[in-house]
């Protein structure tokens, strides 16, 4: 170490700024008002929240109080640009597209949450196992997890269509075939870093189960990348959905989801821009959304965030 | 790299070849199980169509045309196209667009990792900030908007608007005609680069041994690269590697705007027309890329970072 | 952050300097580029069944006779012809003519094509049979397994190819210039083997012009071929044709000059058709329905009636697909073929759907399905279509959809699929009600239509295309005596009844007409597009 030369101004006499004397020990509170009062603080969690909620109910309650239906073909108003009498404008068809955006919206939302849904439940329970055992568990697990992953979904699709009828449950059933395995990975990296920490050993020690160990653990000192990673994987399920009623597996003319509805402007892109335009936007802010509510939750409850 | 590093690899090489025969065994029954034939103009009759199946010896047991498959495949000949290029041998058909893919794909996956972190480093470094918010705004539309939207939003940009890209991908003219995909493939990858990078280099910031470096006296620049950077930076290929495999194996609607002649619309369209050997082939390219590179991240994520251990618990 | 900026500012200088290299494609008057919406199968004459392929086979190789600037036909490889008096042989003397490898075109070379075509299973060999040139023997070597050797072509000497028929064939021009029958050199094919046509190594132009690359997947470039014996009349030097281009970004590359032939879809058509460059083009294609004669539902008439009359084929056509599709007046569609006295086929048979009311009216539409429910003792009824989505009929299917699902008493539901499980999984096996199907003239002769609904087209070992089973003894005897007419003008007459009796029944509901909306290069002359056969015939383009 190099000897310091301490001048005279380096030291600040601090006083009184900080009383030592007082002893003061933060309030208990439970947990949770301690996340929600660190969720609240933060705006754009708040902000998130609050938007993903006004979508929602745009999305159950707008289609009912509009007098156009979702599936009303009437070509003499084909392709209007947002005005007066059609918010949002609308398609190819003369269908309103304000009611079919949100009609879109409650669709790709459920897909969006049993995407989430089967992200965390297989997906990372998948990977917490997988990464903890190790050894044969791990490989045999891994290695499944190759197989389903090379093999085409499409392919297992087909064979599904045989006996499944395309519908929003189809759908659903698709996405477990893959939808988990990105998740599972990262969880599996995770657990890795994580396992061979000293306070693992000492709840082995302490002759916890598995079970414990996983869970109380492991899993709460790595779910802040798991929370941010699995809203990353929503606009995937909901593309996938749209991919597909696109091969016609999914769900079927005339309904819409936000992927639907892009792909279907897609195509109209050069001449009539604001039929995709309009669910890219509504799915970005969705997505911000979820962003900042991951984050905000992340940060709520990271315990080593706790303000003094 | 110590001895018990090499009989981990060598005993993961073993299973993997073990992983692909599984796959394509699967596969293979699967396809058959499809229904449908290849053979499906209107104007074909039964009769006709017995012959031609015969001819490629697609009437025989399944298992034995399972045999005769991996016989051939083991000698390099992976049969012929049956549909979408009529009497084509796979190795050319599916060979030359694979090179293509991948040479797109690994690009986009490089220049899109490199620029994911950059701006996820930022975002962690600034926490909080407008650029935090600026970066996060970015990553989200690069996951919201397809590939193909922004693909077609630089075509005509770039492309048609502005004369400055090519509007087409071109093979006598592969760099320049490559950089509006290269872009567009990339958009995602950055995405979802940038928020892992974030994530991770937030608790590594926040984590004891950076506190307590800090506490030492480094200064912010040695503080950053030396530990953050490595620490955050090492899981980051946990994320990159697959989504380089997807990339790869093609992106149908980008290659079509382009017009590449990549894998992207073979696997799809060989599905939807029963081009058995064609969905094969791509299958098994795919599962060869992805397992090959699960095992190189696997591998050298337990190299690098000491604290992994792989193999079984002692 | 510097750093990067100075990264990235170099980037962007280096990519400026090369958008020299940006340009290019058709700037000159003696290069064309087109674009084709899809992928070629084969390069192979004998193999290939679309559209894509035969347009660029037919751009290098010629054929006995092939087409004229104004689209009509006349002799090409062949010099003269004699026909026998009972028109059952056929003499052709070809020019001289030579491949691109120096070797003569020679008779040997059709004679070696066409016993191949039957030799390799070629999805089109039935051309070769009773339902096309009826060459003699073919008909029964593909029945019964004989030697394709034995067919009646015959090579008398080098320049003498001599084809003799088993019955008379009223079109055998037409089919002559159809790529199926085109020649192939036997040395060079037999020395490539299993590798010929798949690159352009495998193969050997005769043709107006030569194959130079073939980028699967993306483009194929030609050059003029100086050795053509019809060299003056070829004014392009290059021509690129464009594989499976995405319609945007087509678009976008006429709109930069780079590309003189653009095919594009209904939703981009606002933005053009308002430009003098924007023209329709008729795709030859007809779209209906066919409707199941076994099922119950689809058996009673009055239902089929509903079903049409539901349809507004107008605005289907006019406002959603707005590419120039037209509606359907009958089974057989207009431009196909004219009678002997000049008018088109189809508007000689007039507007069958409004003549049997079954063209759109909503009220009546109802009176139909309310009589047809009343008959078959029900107050509501399960209507399903089956259709596919890689057939970029999805804008159909949703007219369809909405149109079925506004009359009372029907449940509509829409089963999407893929075009061959359609046919293969639905259709063959008799499991749907109705199924949106196109067809396309493989000849420019009614019969191409009209005879897929004979009993004998309800499939089994004939391949026929009569998916729906329907039977109408009158019809098969007009289409009977329309074989054996030996007079032009009987022939005709029957076949127009036969067409008139095909919507008298509903046994299909035609919807449409296939149109094309393209963008075409205004100095671009010579395309010449035929509605049956080839598409397109690229030999007489130029550009101003």
Redesign the interface.
């Known amino acids: 170490m190099d000897k310091f030369e301490f001048l005279p101004d380096d030291f600040e006499f601090v006083g009184d700024k900080q009383d030592i004397t007082k002893d003061q020990v933060t309030p208990a509170v439970p947990f949770w008002t301690d996340v929600w009062r660190r969720f609240r603080k933060n705006k754009g969690a708040v902000i998130g929240a609050c938007v993903i909620i006004l979508i929602t109910l745009m999305a159950i309650f707008m289609p009912m109080f509009s007098s156009y239906k979702f599936d009303a073909i009437d070509s003499a108003s084909a392709n209007l640009t947002p005005n007066g009498v059609h918010w949002f404008g609308t398609d190819n068809f003369g269908r309103d597209l304000w009611v079919r955006t949100w009609e879109g919206t409650r669709v790709s939302l459920i897909v969006a949450f049993a995407a989430v849904v089967i992200d965390v439940v297989l997906g990372i329970t998948y990977g917490m196992i997988s990464g903890y055992f190790g050894g044969m568990v791990d490989s045999v697990m891994q290695r499944i997890q190759e197989i389903l992953n090379s093999i085409p979904t499409l392919v297992i699709l087909t064979l599904l269509m045989t006996v499944l009828d395309p519908s929003l449950f189809t759908i659903i059933f698709a996405l477990m075939f893959t939808e988990w395995i990105g998740m599972s990975r990262i969880t599996r990296a995770q657990v890795l870093k994580i396992k061979e920490e000293e306070f693992v050993l000492a709840s082995r020690t302490l002759g916890a189960s598995h079970f414990f160990i996983i869970f109380k653990e492991v899993l709460p000192n790595i779910y802040s990348q798991l929370i941010v990673m699995a809203m990353m994987t929503i606009p995937n399920a909901i593309f996938y959905e749209a991919y597909l009623s696109f091969v016609g597996l999914g769900l079927t003319v005339p309904q819409a989801s936000l992927g639907v509805l892009i792909n279907d402007g897609f195509k109209y892109f050069l001449s009539y821009p604001h039929m995709m335009a309009i669910p890219v936007i509504v799915l970005a802010l969705l997505m911000l959304s979820f962003n900042l509510f991951g984050d905000g939750l992340r940060d709520a409850l990271d315990p080593t965030m706790k303000e003094m | 790299m110590d001895k018990s590093m090499l009989k981990y690899i060598a005993k993961r090489l073993l299973i993997s070849l073990v992983t692909l025969f599984v796959i394509i065994l699967v596969l293979f029954l699967m396809l058959k199980l499809m229904p449908g034939t290849p053979f499906n103009d209107e104007k074909l009759s039964a009769s006709q169509k017995a012959v031609i199946m015969a001819k490629y010896g697609l009437d025989k047991p399944v298992l034995t045309q399972f045999a005769t498959y991996f016989k051939n495949m083991c000698t390099g000949d992976f049969g012929v196209s049956y549909v979408i290029q009529k009497d084509m041998p796979i190795s050319q058909l599916v060979g030359t667009a694979s090179i293509i893919s991948f040479k797109l794909g690994i690009a986009a996956t490089i220049v899109g990792a490199l620029i994911g972190m950059l701006l996820g480093i930022v975002a962690a470094l600034n926490k909080n900030t407008w650029l935090d918010s600026l970066a996060t705004i970015i990553s989200v539309l690069g996951v919201s908007i397809p590939s193909f939207v922004f693909a077609l939003l630089l075509l005509y940009l770039l492309g048609a608007k502005i004369h400055i890209l090519p509007t087409a991908y071109s093979s006598t003219n592969q760099f320049v005609s490559s950089i509006m995909p290269v872009i567009a493939l990339a958009m995602s990858v950055i995405a979802n680069v940038a928020r892992f990078t974030r994530t991770e280099m937030i608790s590594v910031l926040n984590s004891d041994y950076m506190t307590l470096a800090e506490a030492k006296g480094l200064d912010h620049k040695t503080l950053i690269m030396k530990h953050a950077l490595r620490n955050s930076l090492i899981p980051v290929i946990t994320i990159v590697g697959p989504i380089m495999v997807n990339i790869m194996t093609g992106t149908m609607v980008v290659e079509k705007i382009f017009g590449i002649p990549g894998l992207g619309k073979l696997l799809i369209s060989s599905i939807q027309q029963n081009d058995y050997n064609v969905t094969l082939a791509c299958s098994f390219l795919y599962a060869f890329l992805y397992i090959v590179i699960v095992l190189v991240i696997d591998v050298s994520y337990g190299i690098i970072d000491p604290r992994i251990r792989l193999g079984k618990d002692e | 952050m510097k750093k990067?900026r100075k990264v990235l500012s170099a980037l962007v200088c280096g990519?400026?300097a090369?958008?020299l290299?940006?340009?290019?494609g058709s700037g000159s008057s003696d290069s064309v580029v087109l674009m084709s919406e899809n992928?070629l199968?084969?390069l192979?004459s004998r193999?290939?069944?679309d559209g894509t392929s035969f347009n660029i086979i037919s751009a290098f190789t010629d054929g006995l006779y092939g087409y004229k600037e104004d689209g009509t036909l006349d002799l090409a490889l062949a010099d003269k012809v004699d026909v026998s008096k009972d028109q059952l042989k056929y003499t052709f003397t070809l020019k001289d003519a030579k491949w691109s490898n120096g070797d003569a075109v020679t008779a040997n070379d059709f004679v070696y094509a066409w016993r191949t075509v039957i030799k390799k299973?070629s999805?089109?060999?039935?051309l070769l049979g009773s339902q096309g040139a009826n060459i003699k023997n073919a008909q029964s070597v593909?029945?019964n397994g004989g030697n394709p050797d034995t067919i009646g072509v015959t090579a008398k000497d080098d320049k003498t190819l001599v084809v003799e028929l088993d019955a008379k064939c009223g079109f055998l021009d037409k089919l002559l210039a159809f790529p199926t029958f085109f020649p192939i050199n036997e040395k060079f094919a037999e020395e490539q083997g299993?590798q010929y046509?798949?690159?352009v190594s495998g193969l050997l132009s005769c043709g107006a012009f030569k194959l130079d690359a073939w980028?699967?997947?993306?483009?194929v470039t030609l050059s003029k071929n100086a050795d053509y014996w019809d060299a003056d009349t070829v004014k392009i030097n290059n021509l690129t044709i464009?594989l499976?281009?995405?319609?945007?970004?087509a678009?976008?590359?006429y709109?930069?000059g780079?590309l003189d032939y653009c095919i594009i879809?209904?939703?981009?058509?606002?933005?053009y058709s308002a430009k003098d460059f924007y023209g329709n083009i008729n795709n030859g294609f007809l779209w209906y329905l066919f409707v199941n004669f076994e099922d119950k539902t689809m058996a009673n008439e009055n239902i089929r009636k509903g079903l049409s009359a539901a349809i507004n084929r107008e605005?289907l056509c006019?406002?959603?697909l707005k590419d120039g599709s037209s509606p359907a007046l009958g089974f057989v569609p207009a431009e196909l073929t004219k009678t002997e006295d000049g008018t088109d086929f189809a508007e000689k048979s007039g507007d069958l759907l409004a003549k049997n009311k079954i063209n759109f009216d909503k009220t009546q539409a109802q009176a139909y399905i309310d009589a047809g429910l009343k008959e078959l003792g029900k107050s509501s009824i399960d209507v399903s279509m089956v259709y596919g989505?890689?057939e970029a009929v999805?804008?159909v299917?949703?007219?369809l959809?909405?149109a079925f699902?506004s009359l009372k008493g029907i449940n509509f539901k829409?089963i999407?699929?893929?075009?061959?499980?359609r046919?293969?999984?639905y259709q063959e096996k008799g499991n749907f009600q109705l199924s949106l199907t196109r067809w396309g003239p493989d000849y420019a002769d009614a019969t191409t239509y009209l005879n897929n609904m004979e009993k004998s087209q309800w499939g089994?070992?004939?391949?026929g295309?009569n998916y729906g089973h329907y039977y109408n003894a009158k019809y098969d005897e007009l289409m009977k005596k329309a074989r054996e007419a030996t007079k032009t003008t009987d022939r005709e007459s029957l076949l127009l009844q036969a067409n008139e009796i095909l919507m008298e029944d509903v046994a299909i509901i035609p919807i449409f007409s296939q149109g094309q909306a393209v963008l075409t290069n205004p100095s671009l002359k010579g395309l010449v597009h035929n509605a049956a056969g080839t598409p397109y015939i690229y030999k007489y383009l130029t550009k101003e």
């Open positions: 990067i990519a400026m090369l958008t290299t940006a340009c290019g992928d199968m084969s192979d193999m290939a069944t299973n999805e089109y060999a039935f593909m029945d299993d046509a798949n690159s980028e699967v997947g993306t483009k464009n499976a281009q995405d319609q945007s970004a678009a976008l590359q709109d930069n780079e879809s209904s939703s981009l058509v606002d933005k605005d006019q406002n959603v989505t890689d999805d804008d299917a949703t007219y959809e909405q699902s829409l999407p699929t893929q075009k061959q499980s046919i293969n999984e089994g070992n004939n391949g295309n």
